[in-house]
């Protein structure tokens, strides 16, 4: 995976040392062709522990590759072989990461992994800070360009909504600070409880929590037609125009709930993070429908046909959340179409996201059926 300069900067700014003469070595996870993370090994125990924190528990394949690797960067043996090795980062610049960090934590601590994730337009560093014992401690996330950094900012507002609203039903991030250092939207958050990787969050559980996460925040009616704006919007106007009087409850949504940003902690309670997309006024249930989407994808349904799946099913979908029958398939419509104006704004096509292609995909589900619906 190609890391553009922006982003290669921004990672220099994070992971190395202000001065070139103290280099740190650096390694890509799971390869340097495949580059998800980005891990200074310096630290060697460090950099082992905080592999085996982040890569434990799934498959039994997965366990043998994590236990694999972190006795190659326990033993320093990672850095001379060329699958995980990555170099040509650029000096830091003159900023100030690291002393913020260091003014807003009260501890020793080290800067470890920086998380990146898949080729998306909102991809940025997410940094895991950890206590000299390799325990994690806190969270940063840095937006470092047009579309990263209002998703940072916004999501340092959103935590002080929901750490309030959800304190008795969810963990929620802590919000502990977030600056502009020199264009950068930082953010920083004290680590959420461990989470149990074996646990799943059970179906009723997560009813529970859509409909918290929707009374957290205000039921004005968001325009359905403000989303549809853009020109390759277009042909779902007449969609939008319709569904603009759906008569269901409104609330708030967390934005993109799926399996990666919900947990159960140790102590039994849900955990949910990543609230960056975090928005109000929409229909009840958008949590809901994302969650089961974003999970069939995942698995391995190609787009066109989830999204058809989820226009059919949302009955069965929707009905615990007392939203009525007849109803169900226009809100799973109203919540594709503010889908396709996020993967839209943010241009997800030209980043290199297949969901990015809305108009393969996406659009013809919507359109398909609904003028038959109308008529009958």
Not at 39 to 51: E, H, T
């Amino acid at each position: 995976m190609t890391l553009d300069d922006p982003l290669r900067a921004c990672l220099a700014d994070v992971l190395l040392p202000d001065s070139p003469k103290t280099p740190t070595r650096l390694i890509a996870l799971p390869s340097a062709s495949a580059m998800r993370a980005v891990l200074p090994v310096d630290d060697a125990s460090a950099a082992a522990r905080i592999v085996r924190r982040q890569f434990e528990g799934g498959s039994w394949k997965r366990r043998v590759q994590t236990t694999v690797l972190s006795a190659l960067v326990s033993t320093g043996i990672v850095w001379h072989l060329r699958h995980w090795r990555v170099n040509g980062f650029p000096i830091p610049r003159e900023r100030s990461f690291r002393a913020w960090i260091a003014g807003e934590l009260s501890q020793d601590h080290r800067v470890g992994l920086a998380l990146i994730g898949p080729q998306r337009a909102n991809r940025k560093p997410v940094v895991l800070i950890t206590d000299v014992r390799g325990r994690l401690i806190a969270v940063a996330k840095l937006g470092y360009n047009e579309v990263t950094r209002p998703l940072v900012r916004h999501e340092a507002s959103a935590l002080v909504t929901v750490a309030t609203a959800l304190g008795s039903v969810a963990h929620v991030p802590e919000l502990m600070a977030s600056t502009d250092l020199h264009g950068t939207e930082a953010l920083l958050m004290r680590a959420l409880p461990e989470i149990d990787v074996r646990a799943d969050v059970p179906r009723t559980t997560l009813i529970t929590l859509v409909r918290a996460i929707s009374s957290a925040g205000s039921s004005a009616r968001s325009e359905l037609l403000d989303e549809t704006t853009h020109p390759r919007m277009t042909p779902l106007v007449p969609v939008a125009t319709r569904l603009r009087s759906l008569d269901v409850p409104f609330g708030a949504s967390h934005g993109d709930l799926h399996s990666g940003n919900l947990g159960v902690a140790i102590d039994g309670h849900p955990a949910i993070w990543d609230w960056e997309r975090w928005s109000q006024g929409v229909p009840l249930g958008f949590d809901l429908l994302h969650f089961d989407f974003q999970n069939w994808v995942t698995v391995g349904d190609e787009p066109k046909s989830a999204a058809r799946r989820l226009i059919r099913t949302a009955e069965g979908i929707l009905s615990p959340l007392g939203i009525p029958s007849e109803l169900a398939s226009d809100v799973a419509r109203d919540y594709l179409i503010r889908l396709a104006a996020r993967y839209v704004r943010d241009a997800q096509d030209e980043a290199g996201s297949r969901l990015g292609a809305v108009e393969e995909w996406l659009f013809p589900a919507v359109l398909d059926g609904f003028d038959d619906k109308e008529e009958r």
